[in-house]
Structures are given as structure tokens and as C-alpha cells.
């Protein structure tokens, strides 16, 4: 069975770096983390500075850290895509902290959406060719750093959801079988061979953008992403046996959902669980989805601009407005958390954003 590792992050100096480096030792890292390109995947999705939705500035500092000392000659790329309704990542890179680490560490960054595409035969259940960025295809390994969080649409994200984001633009039209394409994105990508979640603050409830952010305190590692993704499930209170990407992905070949757990006792810290009926954005689409001929007009016209609009203002105005802005206050003004984050928030003149 893999090793998946489960370490509890203390309260003190560097706290969240220890605990994430004795996950990677762990579940020795170094096996599984070499050659002369690396890629860091994080979780860019949000260009607005609401703890739990992005992977945090400490845990991308603390791999970094770790991945230049093994491979002090690698050409190291780190980045996301833009989401299908906006282009974020540039903003997110800039709130989150991430384009100092850049500096700081000599690397690259990359948004994926800007990058030339290659079409790419997929021996995959529902899609049978996708187009990727050349850099991925290029890459010797792709290190992940997911966020677990809630999710509306697949009950939660983490390693295996990650992927998602390897699709540089148009994924949105594959929302109706996102399990399968999910497993599928994962199988391709064999080159992805080690991972570190972001467990310290979660989002629950109607995320992985709307949600709730959750205090956790918690860093998983491992090399197999269907052992950490079904861990991960059993932390947040879910049934993996119910989660559809964790299941196709098994069955494809991508691993297994069996694992034994390194590190600290292991516990469950039950998250609320996502109703996408009560999350408008996910509402409306899966809805229309399902009616052939507004299906397309909104996706496959013109109008899907409107709509893309529409999301978009929900998410940065109305929603972050009247909630998203109060849930990060209490994380950045009332918890140890504040240290990572009250730098960034008062870079952005207290608005989180740029």
C-alpha cells in the first residue's frame, strides 16, 4: 500500500515549513521528485486574498526551498491556468505571493493559458484528444500542490482534481463528465510523481471558490494521488466510495485507494458538505446543461461571454463583498495565520486584491 503521509502543523517559527519537509521525508520525496524540468502545479484560482482558496504562500516556499536544494540544476516552472470564465492567474500570483517566490528562488512562472498547445491523443473513457501545454509535455516531473478543499461539483479537490487546471482553456465543456475526464487527465499524466496538499487552511461548504474557510492545521505528501485524494475524503468527513474521480481514477491505473498513514495519528475533522443547488453559478450551469439547445447557446456561442460575465461578478463583487472579505479578516486579523497573510493583505491597501 502507499505511504500517505498526515502531519499536524504546530504553532511556532516556520511551523508550516517543518511540517510540510517531515511529510516529504516521510514519504521519501526524493525518489520521486528528479530530473532536469520540473513543473510546480498549484492551485491559482482566485486573484482575491481569501485563505482557503489558493495554495498558501508558506507550503509553495517550503517545497521550493526543498526542490532547489535536491536539484539545485534543474529549470524549475511553477503555475496554473486561467479559469474559463476570467484570466486570474496573473492577479493570483501577484495576491498570493507567489511572483516573489519566483524571484526568490531564480524559477519561472507560468501561466498555462498563454502557452503553445499540442494536440494530444488520450486513451481516455469520454475524451479521446486533448490539447496540453507544450511545457508539461516537455517536463521531466510535475511536483503537486493541491489545496483539499470542498467542491460543488466533485465533493472535493485535491491531488486528482488539481489536474483539472492542466487544461488551458475550453474545460468547462467537459463539466458534464468531469469524473471520467478527470481520471482520464490523470492517467496521461504519469510524470506527475509527487504531491504535497495544502491542508492547513481548507475552504468547506459551496467551494472550491464560495466556500468556507477551515483551519486545519494539517500537510498530506505522497506519491500516489488516489491514496492521498481517498485520505483526504475520510479527513474531511466525505465517503470516498462516493466520489467519482477517486473511483474512475483507480480503475484507470493512476493508483490505488488503499494506503497506510505516515506521520501523526490520523483523525477525521468532518467538513459541511457543498449544495450546489444553493450555489448559483453551479446551479445555473449544470441546469442548462442538460437542455441540448441552451446547452449550446451558452457554451458554444458568443452568449457564453455573458454568462462567463455574469460568474465572474458574482464571485470578485457580490459574493466577495458581502462574505469572502469577512471571512478572510478573521483569518488574517485573529489567528496565527495572520502572519502569513497580513503581509500580503496590507500590500493591497486592505482590499485583498489588486
Given amino acids: 500500500m502507499s505511504k500517505v503521509a498526515f502531519v499536524k502543523v504546530k504553532h511556532v517559527e516556520n511551523g508550516v515549513h517543518e511540517a510540510v519537509w517531515?511529510?516529504?521525508e516521510l514519504t521519501d520525496w526524493k525518489k520521486y521528485v528528479n530530473g532536469k524540468k520540473i513543473f510546480v502545479k498549484i492551485n491559482g484560482i482566485s486573484d482575491q486574498l481569501v485563505p482557503g482558496q489558493c495554495t498558501s504562500p508558506w507550503?509553495?516556499?517550503?517545497?521550493?526551498?526543498?526542490?532547489?536544494?535536491?536539484?539545485?540544476?534543474?529549470?524549475?516552472f511553477i503555475g496554473d491556468a486561467n479559469l474559463a470564465a476570467t484570466e486570474q492567474l496573473d492577479?493570483?500570483?501577484?495576491?498570493?505571493?507567489?511572483?516573489?517566490?519566483?524571484?526568490?528562488?531564480?524559477?519561472?512562472?507560468v501561466n498555462l493559458s498563454h502557452q503553445p498547445l499540442v494536440e494530444t491523443h488520450l486513451p481516455g473513457k469520454k475524451v479521446h484528444k486533448l490539447n496540453f501545454p507544450k511545457i508539461l509535455l516537455d517536463v521531466d516531473c510535475i511536483v503537486n500542490l493541491p489545496v483539499a478543499k470542498a467542491h460543488c461539483l466533485t465533493k472535493i479537490t485535491c491531488c486528482l482534481?488539481?489536474?483539472?487546471?492542466?487544461?488551458?482553456?475550453?474545460?468547462?465543456?467537459?463539466?458534464?463528465?468531469?469524473?471520467?475526464?478527470i481520471a482520464d487527465i490523470n492517467k496521461f499524466f504519469s510524470k506527475t510523481t509527487y504531491n504535497v496538499v495544502d491542508?492547513?487552511?481548507?475552504?468547506?461548504?459551496?467551494?472550491p471558490r464560495t466556500g468556507i474557510?477551515?483551519?486545519?492545521?494539517?500537510?498530506?505528501?505522497?506519491?500516489?494521488?488516489?491514496?492521498?485524494?481517498?485520505?483526504?475524503?475520510v479527513f474531511m468527513g466525505f465517503d470516498p466510495k462516493k466520489i467519482g474521480h477517486i473511483l474512475e481514477s483507480e480503475k484507470r491505473g493512476v493508483g490505488e485507494t488503499k494506503y497506510t498513514i505516515v506521520g501523526d495519528k490520523f483523525y477525521v475533522d468532518k467538513f459541511i458538505e457543498p449544495e450546489p443547488s444553493k450555489q448559483p453559478i453551479f446551479f445555473w450551469e449544470m441546469l442548462m446543461r442538460k437542455v441540448p439547445i441552451?446547452?449550446?447557446?451558452?457554451f458554444r456561442?458568443?452568449?457564453?461571454?455573458?454568462?462567463?460575465?455574469?460568474?465572474?461578478?458574482?464571485?470578485?463583487?457580490?459574493?466577495?463583498?458581502?462574505?469572502?472579505?469577512?471571512?478572510?479578516k478573521e483569518i488574517i486579523f485573529d489567528t496565527w495565520y495572520g502572519k502569513e497573510f497580513r503581509p500580503l493583505w496590507d500590500r493591497s491597501g486592505g482590499k485583498g486584491t489588486i
Avoid at 161 to 181: E, M
Fill in 22 to 24: 517531515r511529510a516529504m
Fill in 59 to 76: 507550503v509553495v516556499d517550503a517545497v521550493l526551498k526543498k526542490i532547489k536544494e535536491h536539484l539545485p540544476r534543474a529549470e524549475i
Fill in 91 to 109: 492577479k493570483s500570483a501577484e495576491v498570493w505571493g507567489i511572483k516573489e517566490l519566483v524571484k526568490k528562488y531564480k524559477i519561472k512562472f
Fill in 161 to 181: 482534481k488539481n489536474h483539472w487546471g492542466l487544461i488551458p482553456r475550453f474545460r468547462h465543456q467537459y463539466h458534464i463528465y468531469v469524473n471520467d475526464v
Fill in 199 to 207: 491542508a492547513t487552511i481548507c475552504l468547506e461548504g459551496n467551494a
Fill in 213 to 233: 474557510p477551515k483551519i486545519c492545521d494539517v500537510i498530506f505528501a505522497g506519491h500516489d494521488r488516489v491514496s492521498i485524494d481517498t485520505a483526504a475524503a
Fill in 294 to 298: 441552451a446547452s449550446y447557446l451558452i
Fill in 301 to 328: 456561442t458568443p452568449l457564453f461571454k455573458i454568462a462567463a460575465w455574469g460568474a465572474t461578478k458574482y464571485n470578485t463583487l457580490w459574493w466577495y463583498n458581502l462574505t469572502g472579505k469577512k471571512y478572510a
